[in-house]
């Protein structure tokens, strides 16, 4: 695998770069990797890529923000509201 420096931006006089590294065909699509998110650290000196759960952990709402959702729930239509549960 290798490491490559890509353009990324440039805004006013400093320019930005990305960081890409290839992955093995077979790996990506054993794992089922493509389109995922991934999260890298360092371990050991060694690098560790690991998928990365995006979700947030559930909050509750408050009473406050309860009654707004009820709110905004009976201003949309049918369609919406199944479009959302879903």
């Not at 805004?11 to 890298?40: A, F, H, Q, W």
């Not at 690991?50 to 559930?58: D, L």
Request: no cysteine; hydrophobic share 35%.
């Amino acid at each position: 695998m290798k490491v490559m420096k890509v353009f990324d931006k440039k805004v006013g006089e400093t320019t930005y770069y990305k960081y890409r590294i290839n992955l093995p065909k077979d790996v990506v699509e054993e794992l089922s990797l493509l389109d995922k998110e991934l999260k890298v650290k360092v371990d050991d000196g060694k690098l560790v890529i690991e998928r990365y759960n995006k979700r947030e952990p559930t909050k509750k709402l408050t009473e406050k923000e309860k009654m707004i959702q009820k709110e905004l729930m009976k201003l949309l239509t049918p369609n919406t509201k199944k479009k959302l549960i879903n």
